[in-house]
């Protein structure tokens, strides 16, 4: 029994699911899994669990099992479905890659998708769970779409030794067919049960024009606009990143004061007198779940609203006396605005304040990545602004570099965000571009897996002891292309077995061929990072350095260690602070990487200085503030700093005997690279780097830079390394390093080996016996 306070039993009550209860339950308890679709909203994340757990499949010993691509739901939403139940965290807890609350007595675990693929490798069958729920399953992120394949073999085989297992499948769109028509991954299709959301109309504005590329600009505008002339209810905008969110921001603060501590004058009515004449006037409305058919000529443009673009439209007088570019400086404190940033890197504390009601009198603006697309409803959102771009990580397939871009995103998930404004009453959505432009989207996002390298998934798969992983049953495969550098990357890192040289088969069919994972290669497995750094991890066990090394991988492998001091603030005085503080931040970041030493380790000396540093000063948030370095990423490292020193692979099952030959392989680039301004190498021009990784922005950089001394290399490095270039090419590549580093025209590169003994572990027993793929 739940013992619910009454209001949270309300609100529950109005959720489209609740309806739907008997029908899941019914579909649960007769089939092996069942696939779920309801619009965003409609309450598939929170109130699943609590049918679970209502109906006893929390009560025989089992758990609830619950995963999410993000973080941020991960732990926000245990957080939710806890307050609703009237539950400690104790018993409804998450776990994240290096954080959790999960306790003995836990019942219902929310957890990141990682997590649960972790503990497939510790228990196959994942006995600990009665049933599993896949959330968010329409974004395709790469995990997921292991999961569903893998737990497509599992829950079978549970159930057929007598331990049944539920698995639930959940999507925001109705497009699903790659679970249910994929016969290689369900034989006989689950079923699809929808929930009919109660999605009120948003009418749909699109932009006469679209902007090139001052979309931030045009959201700033169209924001202004509304918030001026259009009635209550909360703003949700999409921008594509950080910086953008932030300095929209700024902006919206500026131009609309909201101060917490003084009685703003207008209420509700903080409306322009124009705003109030045209509050009556009659809206186009076009039904949500149909317009994705809408014609695509420019001729259905809404301009109605009186909030649509007006770019050089002489006739639209109604807009004309509001002429941008003086509102910027002008500040209206009469109509506050709420103005509150939402993306992924942010602080849980700032994160969940966009839950609480904006303050009596302001309206709340909510400036958001993609992060609210799917996976946060935020309530009382009437208008959504969607600049109709999304960040995304791109990997080129030759030469691995990544890159951030930011490209237009689907209409699903443009249909997604103008969904967002219709959850309470009818809303509308601003798109910054035209409805040629929407026609032109491609109409769903594809999955994660077909655009990213697997390395770390293949060898995950070979842990598992699935040889021939372009059997698994991928949801949508990834190209052959892409499995066959997984595996060279994995042989050459001496995690695979390397094939025979000689044979009758051509490369391709070679490396297709399932290559099985070395001892050192489970050693590689059991860390839970990305096996470059893996293989990083059992080198420094070997030279023993191994408390160095794991710090610097623990702060690599989080995404930005450093805060964005940049960010221009509000006030004079808020500005010199912070030029304050950059000073002092640069100075930090200058001692840490050693300055004047010898020894030029670059980034990763300063990574391995700032944790340091840090932790001697007891890993206060003071001591990040004061140094400009992110709390929360501290915390991260210092838990997965944890999780590396107890992890099996540093555990004493090192056989000093046998020598396996890896190497590591740079990529073949065309463009010169350079090292980045923000690097401690920077103006140091070392002779030799290696680096983390090469990102292209406005250049290609290189990312944690370390420098290789020249001297080293013969005296050092024969022993365990040895550095030889392809035959047929003479020239080296890092040299010189006149301000930048640069690739020499014949685009070629050492090779650098590493003689490593390989390490003997213990590896789970019985797990050969699945033997499924
Ligand atoms: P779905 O998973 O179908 O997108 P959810 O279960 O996440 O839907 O959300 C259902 C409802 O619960 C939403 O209307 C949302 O406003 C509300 N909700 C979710 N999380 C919170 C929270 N932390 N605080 C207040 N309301 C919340
Ligand atoms: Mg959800």
């Known amino acids: 029994p739940v013992d619910r306070l009454p209001e949270i039993q309300e609100a529950r009550l109005r959720l489209p699911i609740l309806a739907e209860e008997q029908v ?81 007595n836990t019942k ?34 790469v995990y997921t779409d292991i999961l569903i394949g893998l737990l497509s073999r599992i829950v079978p085989l549970r159930n057929k ?3 049944p297992m539920k698995l639930i499948i959940m999507s925001a769109t109705l497009r699903v067919e790659d679970f249910t028509e994929n016969k290689r991954l369900f034989r006989t299709p689950p079923p699809v049960i929808k929930v009919e959301a109660r999605q009120f109309a948003v009418t749909v504005h699109f932009n006469k024009r679209t902007p090139v590329d001052n979309y931030t600009g045009e959201a700033f505008r169209k924001i202004c606009k509304i918030h001026r002339m259009l009635p209550p209810g909360g703003i949700l905008v999409f921008l594509t990143g950080q910086a953008e969110v932030h300095s929209v921001c700024r902006r919206l ?166 969904g967002r404004a219709g959850r309470t009453e009818p809303g509308h959505c601003y798109r910054l571009y035209s409805s040629a432009v929407f026609g032109d989207f491609s109409l769903f996002s594809e999955a994660e897996i077909t655009r990213r390298p697997v390395d770390d998934l293949v060898l995950q798969m070979k842990d598992l002891n699935i040889e021939k992983v372009v059997n698994f049953p991928f949801p949508t495969p990834p190209s052959s292309e892409v499995l066959i550098s997984a595996e060279q990357l994995l042989i050459s890192l001496g995690a695979l077995e390397e094939p025979p040289r000689r044979g009758r088969l051509g490369e391709m069919e070679r490396a297709r061929l399932s290559c099985p994972i070395t001892p050192l290669g489970r050693a590689m497995a059991a860390f839970p990072v990305a096996p470059r750094y893996a293989k990083m991890l059992a080198l420094g066990r070997q030279q023993g350095c191994m408390p160095y090394i794991i710090t610097i991988v623990a702060a690599m492998t989080v995404r930005e260690i450093f805060e964005d001091y940049d960010r221009p603030a509000g006030s004079e005085e808020e500005n010199t602070k912070m030029a304050g503080k950059k000073a002092r931040c640069v100075q930090m970041r200058r001692l840490w990487a050693g300055q004047g030493q010898s020894v030029q380790l670059g980034d990763l000396m300063v990574l391995l200085g700032a944790v340091g540093a840090c932790e001697f000063a ?31 692979g540093s555990s004493d099952s090192v056989s000093g005997a046998v020598f396996t030959f890896a190497s590591d392989s740079t990529p ?19 002779e030799f780097v290696v680096y983390q990784e090469i990102m292209e922005t406005t250049k290609m950089y290189m990312r944690g830079v370390c420098a290789v001394q020249a001297e080293w290399i013969p005296k050092l490095l024969p022993q365990y390394c040895h550095f030889s270039a392809p035959e047929e090419s003479p020239a080296p590549w890092f040299c010189p390093l006149s301000g930048r580093v640069k690739c020499h025209q014949q685009s070629t590169f050492y090779r650098v080996s590493w003689k490593l003994p390989a390490i003997e572990m213990d590896y789970p027993e019985g797990l050969e016996h699945y033997k499924l793929f």
């Open 24 to 104: 899941i339950m019914e579909a649960v308890r007769e089939k092996e899994c069942v696939v779920l679709c309801g619009e965003t909203g409609s309450g598939k994340t929170t109130q699943v669990p609590q049918f679970l757990y209502e109906a006893g499949y929390a009560s025989s010993g089992g758990i609830i099992g619950v995963t999410e691509p993000r973080r941020v739901a991960a732990i926000s939403m245990s957080h939710r479905v806890a307050t609703e139940m009237n539950l400690p965290s104790g018993v409804v807890s998450y776990q994240i890659r290096y954080e959790g609350n999960v306790t003995e």
């Open 253 to 418: 603060r500026k131009a609309f004061p909201y101060r917490p501590h003084r009685e703003h004058t207008g209420t509700q009515t903080h409306l322009s007198k124009r705003a109030k004449k045209k509050k009556n006037m009659s809206l186009p409305r076009i039904n949500l779940d149909s317009y994705s058919a809408l014609p695509v000529d420019e001729g259905d443009e809404d301009r109605q609203a009186g909030i649509d673009d007006n770019d050089n439209e002489g006739s639209d007088l109604e807009l004309g006396d509001h002429p941008d570019s003086d509102h910027e400086e002008k500040a209206d404190p009469s109509i506050p605005l709420y103005v509150l940033p939402l993306y992924s890197l942010l602080a849980p504390e700032q994160q969940a304040k966009v839950f609480s009601p904006p303050p009596t009198g302001a309206r709340l603006c909510v400036v958001a990545t993609n992060v609210a697309e799917t996976s946060l409803t935020i309530p009382g959102i009437k208008y959504v602004v969607d600049c109709g771009r999304v960040k995304k990580r791109f990997y080129d397939r030759v030469t691995g570099v990544s890159s951030f871009k930011v490209t237009w995103i689907s209409q699903a998930s443009a249909n997604q965000r103008a």
């Open 668 to 686: 073949l680039l065309d463009d010169p690279v350079f090292i980045h301004p923000s690097s401690a190498l920077h103006k140091t021009l070392p």
């Open 108 to 141: 219902i675990k929310f957890m990141t998708d990682g997590v649960l693929l972790k503990e497939i490798q510790k228990d196959f069958l994942l006995q600990k769970y009665s049933v599993v729920i896949i959330d968010e399953a329409h974004e395709r992120s």
């Open 161 to 163: 030794k007598g331990l």
């Open 618 to 648: 007891g890993c206060t948030h003071q001591f990040c503030e004061e140094n400009g370095l992110r709390y929360k990423a501290m915390l991260e490292i210092r838990r997965l700093r944890g999780q590396l020193t107890n992890a099996d």
